[in-house]
């Protein structure tokens, strides 16, 4: 699928994680077609079967973080997409992908061990970390909210389970392993993203489809260590999902989003760097892209401070090079608030420096 603008990297889709919710998947199922006789034979050697005759510590581990953290996983009903949530808390938030909820205020949700959907509506929805919170109207008993995990301690190697309703499977399960941390990736815009950049994501070789975004992504402790959000598209096949590379919002992004937005019903601390500026893309002679053209400061904001003006045209953070708007947002989504920064621009057709301490977003 196509992707907006971004720097460089693997086209990504977010997939109203989001499976149309009139689709129908089909699979090839086992139908009699035999004598009477054969029939009852077969149910009569089915029966006497053996149960499996081994097992290992790994399997027992899967199938008790799957048995602990698969009823907190729920399946979402925004218009026609479906998606996966995770419950919050016991007072019937649910966390979920803003994509997921798109525009929509009202919404349907089914328990993992339930086919009764509940009404829910919206808490807040903050697109520009892909986040948003919805609650149950009427709480009913034993909802379980899930453990999150500590994303200090989310390593490379970690085996990861990803639990949702990929193509409106509820209570799906797949696994991989953490391929990567700290990557920063852009999503493509559509009619339920704006195309947010979101750094920190966790990238999982655990398999991600359409209908598994908000869904959790789980190490073996019963920890949910990210919200899965996106996978990666492969341009040599036409746009077909990239196998085992997808990517989650780690847990301290989304448990202090959610929270914001239990509390206020909106975000008031992203926890994500910004320089106070509006910009727009600046293109060089040879109508390249070459900068981010400032186009007005926030008053006594970092940029400001700094003595960075309108007009000036951003062509570096630090190390990195900025080509244009796309480009300075992911430059920032790696960095932190407070953080110092080396920001390079050009005034007048002169090349200048500034050091900037980032604010928040």
């Known amino acids: 699928m196509p992707a907006g603008p971004r720097p460089t990297g693997p086209k990504l889709w977010a997939g109203p994680a989001a499976v149309l919710a009139a689709a129908a998947l089909l699979v090839s199922g086992c139908s009699s077609s035999g004598s009477g006789s054969s029939s009852t034979a077969a149910a009569s050697s089915s029966s006497s079967a053996p149960a499996p005759s081994s097992s290992n510590q790994l399997e027992q581990d899967y199938q008790q973080v799957i048995s602990q953290v698969l009823p907190s996983v729920v399946q979402i009903t925004a218009g026609d997409s479906l998606g996966s949530g995770i419950v919050f808390d016991d007072k019937g938030d649910i966390v979920t992908n803003a994509h997921v909820v798109g525009s929509a205020t009202t919404f349907t949700v089914t328990l993992a061990n339930s086919t009764k959907p509940l009404d829910a509506t919206l808490v807040g929805s903050y697109p520009e970390s892909d986040l948003a919170v919805i609650r149950l109207g009427s709480t009913p ?11 200090a301690k989310v390593s490379v190697g970690q085996i990861t389970l990803a639990m949702g309703s990929p193509l409106g499977l509820s209570s799906s399960v797949t696994q991989g392993i953490v391929s990567a941390v700290g990557r920063t990736v852009s999503e493509p815009q559509s009619a339920g993203s704006p195309g947010a950049t979101i750094g920190n994501m966790v990238q999982t070789s655990a398999a991600i489809n359409p209908g598994n975004s908000g869904g959790a992504l789980v ?34 992004t989304v448990t202090s989003i959610a929270n914001q937005l239990i509390k206020d019903g909106k975000v008031t601390n992203s926890g994500r760097a910004a320089l106070g500026v509006t910009v727009r893309p600046y293109f060089d002679t040879n109508f390249q892209p070459a ?71």
């Open 291 to 361: 900068g981010a053209a400032v186009v007005s400061v926030v008053d006594n904001g970092p940029a400001a401070a700094a003595g960075i003006q309108p007009g000036d045209v951003i062509t570096k953070v630090n190390d990195t090079a900025i080509n244009g708007p796309a480009a300075l947002t992911t430059a920032l989504a790696s960095l932190s608030p407070g953080a110092k920064a080396t920001v390079g621009y050009q005034r007048d057709g002169q090349g200048k420096t500034a050091e900037v301490t980032l604010g928040t977003l």
């Open 141 to 151: 008993g034993g909802l379980k909210p899930a453990a999150f995990a500590d994303s």
């Open 219 to 252: 190490n073996l402790s019963s920890q949910v260590i990210g919200i899965n959000t996106l996978t990666a598209v492969d341009p040599e096949l036409n746009g077909s999902a990239a196998p085992g590379i997808g990517f989650a919002i780690p847990a301290a």
